[in-house]
């Protein structure tokens, strides 16, 4: 567990590269959407942007990234996978609760200044219980946790498989997608389908079913780098 | 003194039944420079990737400090492998010395910095913009600082010229002295490290040709030439490694337990003698075993891979 | 170092020659195991192996605790024994070398003589 540590540590070596880019991007999507909404003046409905899916999808390129660099990197140096893969879950999940939390106080900033005093919803999220406080601290941190692991586990699949296996996991991705679509559309199970997303509960989507997913996909991360190479 | 390293039949076949290693036995003792030479291709590099736990052996058994490496953090801890092709995160260079810091208990920062000087290496430069030989020089810098008591050196000096490679052997040896461990050095450059090495491991096509002291092997091997007649009886009391001809005279590098009185014997019979050098001793042996180079030649042969 | 022999032989031998030219007085402390690996960029085990010889065979004494020093009396041991080399390392070739040229003995003498004189 001490390595494990000293692993999420070493990540945080160089944490103008790590905190650096996912908050600047989403700094420069937020800026562009206020100088955008506020140019144009009153809109109705008052915008979403949408802007705010940036700063998940530079965590989704970093974990990728932490697999391709930091792995050769890091067991090249002399640490376990196990103790490389609870290092990164460790620093992931410190991310995740830290970014989570600065989002969530810049989206009560954001309704305490009426949208950035353009009516502007960049950091609110859209169709969430915002009477629970917890419910909604989880949505923003929740969907980090999974996309980090999502990456985590695509970049292990290519280091331990190739090129191959990712090719390999598209195949079955989209076979596998477009099999239960071409089954929904042939039994007509749409409208049950739309109507059973529309019931779900705002938590539920942001919450309950990305932490479903990303429980398996850690696991089946661990399993794929016991016996990676870097 | 319990072994470092034990190596008992360690076999490693790729996917497409390429053999890197081949049933390969051995040990190695505590507080030692090894050399572990051969041709490129040779497992070399395989080989210590299964002995840090970076790959993984086919069949036969490893143990390091007595243990299996893998998913070992006690082993692994005491290990530092330095490799060519070693690769590093986008950051600076500081930030990957940091990180080296934090995971080599033994780390002596202060050393750290003074090969950093040595070597001229600018800490404030990202490692995607370093040439090859500041690369190597990084890789270098982190083996000999991290004090690891299990060592490797894996071709750690492609692109550094000859001044920095001399600071490295130098560095290496002085603290060496300083603060004994075991070493493995895998190099081409034979020369240059064959007077630091204490033992010899040589690899060829995945089979482990030499385990042999450094010292015991100089002189083992003898370069004679004179008559035909004369080259073949002496070539008789050891193993004949290579023979060039020309007319009536022969060269033939041969391989025994030679003393004084066999270099009194090369005289009388009228033979020039001349000691190999650990280089030439590794390019006869693994040029003999390809079967590159068989008994007699025709003078007009080149001698292989000089 | 040179290539082939031995280094620890080598190392040997090069404070054998100290010894006998006087750079090593008898009695004076020798140079560390470690300063003689450093000097010559060779492995400290080697040179340690080098001066060992030297002690095995009296050269050399060890004081506990301070280092290795020459032995009184070395310097004439060690004339004596290189004076037994001699013969087997200069002459033997020297005569070898003669019989190819048809060079016979009393031959050999005399050039000896003349080149002596001439020196």
């Known amino acids: 567990m001490n390595r494990a ?5 070493l990540q945080f070596v160089a944490w103008p590269f790590v905190v650096g880019w996912p908050w600047g991007i989403l700094a420069l999507s937020f800026f562009i959407n206020l100088a955008l909404f506020a140019s144009i003046g009153d809109i109705d409905p008052a915008p979403v942007t949408g802007g705010l899916a940036s700063i998940y999808i530079v965590m989704l390129v970093a974990s990728t990234q932490t697999i391709m660099q930091d792995f050769p990197f890091t067991i090249g140096l002399g640490v376990s996978r196990r103790s490389f893969y609870l290092g990164n879950l460790l620093q992931f999940t410190t991310q995740a609760i830290g970014y989570a939390a600065v989002l969530y106080l810049l989206a009560v900033v954001e309704e305490a200044t009426g949208g950035w005093g353009i009516d502007l919803t960049f950091f609110g999220l859209p169709f969430l219980l915002v009477d629970n406080p917890v419910l909604r601290y989880l949505a923003f941190a929740i969907p980090f946790l999974l996309l980090g692991f999502l990456g985590i586990a695509i970049a292990l699949v290519f280091k331990r498989w190739g090129v191959n296996g990712i090719l390999t996991l598209t195949t079955a991705t989209i076979v596998g997608f477009g099999g239960l679509g071409v089954l929904a559309t042939w039994r007509g199970w749409w409208p049950a389908i739309g109507g059973w997303f529309a019931d779900q509960p705002g938590g539920a989507l942001l919450v309950g079913y990305p932490a479903l997913l990303a429980l398996p996909l850690a696991a089946a991360s661990y399993l794929i780098i016991r016996r990676a190479t870097p | 003194m319990s072994p470092v390293i034990s190596v008992t039949d360690l076999t490693k076949r790729y ?20 050399g572990l030479l051969g041709r490129n291709g040779a497992g070399k590099t395989t080989l210590m990737q299964i002995l840090t736990a970076q790959n993984f052996a086919t069949s036969g058994e490893v143990r390091v400090f007595g243990e299996h490496p893998y998913e070992n953090e006690r082993v692994l801890a005491r290990t530092s492998f330095i490799k060519e092709s070693q690769t590093y995160p986008p950051v600076r260079v500081h930030h990957v010395l940091r990180a080296a810091s934090l995971i080599h208990p033994g780390w002596d920062e202060e050393f750290a910095q003074q090969l950093v000087d040595d070597f001229r290496l600018p800490s404030r430069r990202n490692v995607r913009k370093l040439s090859r030989g500041m690369l190597s020089a990084l890789g270098i810098i982190i083996g000999l600082a991290s004090r690891a008591p299990l060592t490797f050196f894996d071709e750690p000096y492609l692109g550094l010229d ?10 290496l040896l002085a603290d060496y002295t300083e603060h004994p461990r075991t070493i493995v050095l895998s190099t081409h450059l034979i020369d240059e490290v064959s007077e630091l090495i204490e033992h010899v491991l040589l690899i060829d096509a995945g089979r482990l040709l030499l385990d042999a002291d450094a010292e015991t092997l100089r002189g083992q091997v003898l370069t004679v030439s004179g008559p035909v007649a004369s080259v073949d009886e002496f ?62 030649t025709g003078a007009t042969s080149k001698e292989a891979h000089r | 170092m040179e290539d082939g022999r031995p280094i620890f032989l080598q190392i040997a031998e090069l404070l054998e020659n100290s010894i006998l030219d006087g750079t090593l007085a008898e009695e004076e402390q020798v140079p560390s195991t470690n300063e003689l690996a450093a000097f010559h960029r060779i492995n400290p085990a080697t040179a340690a192996k080098g001066v060992n010889k ?26 004596g024994r290189r004076r037994d080399d001699f013969a087997r390392q200069y002459v033997q070739p020297l005569l070898t070398e003669a019989r190819k040229l048809g060079i016979d003995p009393t031959e050999l003498k005399h050039m000896i003589d003349t080149w002596e004189q001439a020196r």
Do not use: C, W
């Open chain 2, 162 to 171: 000859a001044v920095a490679r001399q600071i490295f052997y130098d560095r």
């Open chain 1, 5 to 9: 540590l000293t692993v999420a540590r």
């Open chain 2, 15 to 34: 996917r497409g039944g390429v053999t890197a290693l081949d049933r390969v036995s051995f040990s190695l003792t505590e507080n030692r420079i090894y």
């Open chain 2, 235 to 296: 070539a008789r009391t050891g193993t004949e490694l290579h023979r060039v001809r020309l007319g009536g005279t022969a060269r033939a590098t041969v391989r025994g337990d030679f003393g004084p009185a066999d270099h009194d014997r090369a005289r009388t019979l009228g033979l020039a003698l001349e000691a190999s050098s650990l280089q030439d001793t590794v390019v006869r042996l693994t040029t003999a075993t390809n079967g590159a180079a068989p008994a007699i």
């Open chain 3, 54 to 79: 030297l002690v095995d065979d009296g050269t050399l004494y060890k004081k506990r605790g301070i280092g290795m020093f020459v032995s009184s009396g070395a310097r004439a041991k060690l004339r």
